[in-house]
């Protein structure tokens, strides 16, 4: 992915996860952003592995280097990865009685709009690191 496809994603990223934070906590009166049933550490863990997916892509798309060691670059992406297939296995496990198909598929678009690109950026950055 070009530099200039990367800005337009972080940013569209970016945009629509505050968007989905604050809506939810300002249209739904019982939003809860930890879930009780999770402990301490998922959340911690979903928090970082976050915060670092969107510092890598923001690196990656303004030509910057955040992290300076290319094994870390790879923790980052196989993270992304495992946190993008344990977050979608989760949500069809314990939500899929509840959803309609068509609720499924664009759950399953929705996942693979945003980590294939996401992941795509993340390889690319790699390259950054030896350069």
């Not at 300002?26 to 911690?44: G, R, Y």
């Not at 496990?93 to 996942?111: C, P």
Request: charge should be positive; hydrophobic fraction near 60%; aromatic fraction near 16%.
């Amino acid at each position: 992915m070009k530099r200039t496809k990367a800005k337009v994603f972080f940013w569209v990223l970016l945009v629509l996860t505050a968007l989905s934070i604050g809506i939810n906590l300002l249209m739904f009166k019982n939003t809860q952003l930890l879930l009780l049933e999770s402990n301490s550490f998922v959340d911690a863990w979903g928090l970082a592995s976050g915060a670092m997916m969107f510092l890598c892509l923001y690196a990656y798309a303004y030509r910057k280097m955040v992290f300076k060691s290319r094994a870390v670059l790879k923790f980052v992406f196989f993270n992304t990865a495992l946190v993008g297939a344990f977050s979608f296995a989760d949500s069809m496990w314990t939500d899929f009685a509840l959803m309609s198909g068509m609720e499924v598929l664009l759950l399953t678009l929705l996942y693979l709009l945003v980590y294939f690109p996401a992941l795509t950026i993340l390889y690319k950055h790699q390259d950054d690191a030896l350069a």
